[in-house]
């Protein structure tokens, strides 16, 4: 019988935000194939000795796949290793299709992504209450198109936190589309470049008219999260209204209600 292929989500660049699982899978397994366009290889570093070992990055999907099937024909343990969740545009469906189709067993390991691994570096927060409570994960059209009604304009529209991916190229577009959907030149946008890496994350923080110069100063042209929301700045607010499940007043199952709050 083949082995089992884990397509582990190795999280957004620090290997130690690889979840506990995701790593005791690399620790047993004897073959690994890992997205080195993406991932910090340092992961791979939780291998054990004599793991065969392969970057992926000069691959097509169908060499990814006969690359797996061979693994999982001598191995018990075989990892797919990818950037942040595997879920999110890590072209899941499409290579697990293959691989029940040549009744080889699979699973997946979820990863933390950069979207929040960005908010966490840069002390964000992607809700607030009676800000948004809605986040949009997204990207702008490239050689990849958007199906119809996801435009960027139509969703800022909806002025939540926009998390863009894979589209710091095109940050020219992030512009106009969000001035198009009505958000002011002055409103902050954040961006995270290698977020969570040690030793190269960048965090640069401006406004839809200055983010685009600020990006060129700091040469960031690839693997960089884009944010825009209504709550980016929130810690320096004069007020904040505060969350219902931890003011004194709102009682739950777990805390009886007082009849004043505090300031």
Known sequence: MPGKIWFVGAGPGDPDLITVKGRKLLEQAGAV?????LVDQAATLYAPPGCAIRDSKDMTLEEMNDWLLAAAAKHETVV?????????????IEMTRLLTAAGVDWAVIPGV???????????????????????????VAGRTPMPPGEELDALAAHKTTLCIYLSITLLHKVQEALLKAGWSEDAPILVVQKASWPGEEKIVRGTIKDIKRKCQDEKIASQAMIVASPTLGAA????????????????????????????
């Open 33 to 37: 194939l890992f997205a080195g366009s």
């Open 80 to 92: 797919r290793l990818q950037t942040g969740d595997p879920g999110l545009y890590g072209a899941l």
């Open 113 to 139: 992504s950069s979207a929040m691994a960005s908010m966490a570096a840069a002390g964000e927060t992607l809700t607030l209450p009676e800000v948004t409570q809605t986040v949009i994960l997204t990207r």
């Open 236 to 263: 320096d607010w004069p007020d904040l209204i505060r969350s219902k499940l931890y003011d004194p007043t709102f009682g739950h199952r777990f805390r009886k209600a007082s009849e004043t709050a505090h300031d």
